[in-house]
């Protein structure tokens, strides 16, 4: 896995949660109106499995995911990066959501990575 300073590393653990957070609270909506969440609950799963492996990396965390988790997870994440990126290209130069949304993609990308070390 790349090294990051300490910085880029809360940001990305940062993103991670806010991405929970905003993730859980459509959970819960769609949960009132009765709607489908099957795709969301996979997605809060891969959200969940990539924070961890974060802090597992960087503050020595233990998890409780198998490699299939992992494995599973790691499609997910990188199943998000065209809608990511295609919201980055979208945004203005210098707006918050683009620097939120630069942040989320790298914090996405270290998790991949360290998936892929543990899974590979």
Same mark, same amino acid.
């Given at each position: 896995? /790349?090294?990051?300073? @300490?910085? /880029?590393?809360?940001?990305?653990?940062?993103?991670?949660?806010?991405?929970?957070?905003?993730?859980?609270? *459509?959970?819960? =909506?769609? +949960?009132?109106?009765?709607? =489908? +969440? +099957?795709?969301?609950?996979?997605? !809060?799963?891969?959200? @969940? $499995?990539?924070?961890?492996?974060?802090?597992?990396?960087? =503050?020595?965390?233990? &998890?409780?995911? +198998?490699? /299939?988790?992992?494995?599973?997870?790691?499609?997910?994440?990188?199943? !998000?990066? #065209?809608? !990511? /990126?295609?919201? @980055?290209?979208?945004?203005?130069?210098?707006? #918050?959501?683009?620097?939120l949304?630069?942040r989320? $993609?790298k914090?996405? &990308?270290? *998790?991949?990575?360290?998936?892929?070390?543990?899974? =590979?």
């Open positions: 896995m /790349e090294i990051v300073s @300490y910085e /880029e590393q809360l940001e990305s653990i940062k993103a991670f949660q806010s991405t929970i957070r905003k993730s859980e609270n *459509a959970f819960a =909506n769609m +949960t009132q109106k009765s709607n =489908n +969440t +099957t795709l969301l609950q996979k997605r !809060l799963k891969a959200l @969940y $499995i990539g924070l961890a492996l974060l802090e597992n990396v960087w =503050n020595q965390k233990s &998890h409780p995911y +198998t490699e /299939e988790d992992i494995a599973e997870a790691r499609l997910v994440l990188v199943g !998000l990066f #065209p809608s !990511l /990126e295609s919201m @980055y290209a979208k945004s203005k130069a210098g707006s #918050p959501q683009k620097t949304l630069e989320r $993609i914090a996405f &990308h270290l *998790a991949v990575q360290a998936m892929n070390d543990l899974v =590979n």
